[in-house]
């Protein structure tokens, strides 16, 4: 079991970078594959970045590629997602989501079990 709570999120504008954490509790952080999702609103909650229990492997929607970073601390137990050159389409609510098994090419949500409350990210244009 895990319990994740996001922070980070806020108002920037366009072209700005932002980062985003995600706290996690659970003896074993290390073992799950950690994700990061958005949803806008009015539309569904889309997969942007995940990354495998050791953080050695990643995978990242098209939209992510090239300005956004996953990575973890397994020591502090916390997953981040780097945001650069951010444009007003990234404006959503942005949630930490976990898995015991799988692998970083699971991009569906339902497939996460634990997810954060989400944190609003808001790119102005």
């Known amino acids: 079991q895990v319990q994740l709570v996001e922070s980070g999120g806020g108002l920037v504008q366009a072209g700005d970078s932002l980062r985003l954490s995600c706290a996690a509790s659970?003896?074993?952080?290390?073992?799950?594959?950690m994700a990061w999702f958005r949803q806008a609103p009015g539309k569904e909650r889309d997969f942007v970045a995940a990354?495998?229990?050791?953080?050695?492997?990643?995978n990242y929607a098209d939209t992510a590629k090239g300005r956004f970073t996953i990575s973890r601390d397994n020591a502090k137990n916390t997953v981040s997602l780097q945001m650069n050159s951010l444009k007003p389409e990234d404006t959503a609510v942005y949630y930490c989501?976990?898995?015991?098994?799988?692998?970083?090419?699971?991009?569906?949500?339902?497939?996460?079990?634990?997810w954060g409350q989400g944190t609003q990210v808001t790119v102005s244009s």
């Open positions: 990354i495998s229990g050791s953080g050695g492997t990643t």
């Open positions: 659970g003896r074993t952080f290390s073992t799950y594959f």
């Open positions: 989501a976990a898995r015991n098994y799988g692998s970083v090419w699971n991009i569906v949500d339902t497939m996460y079990p634990y």
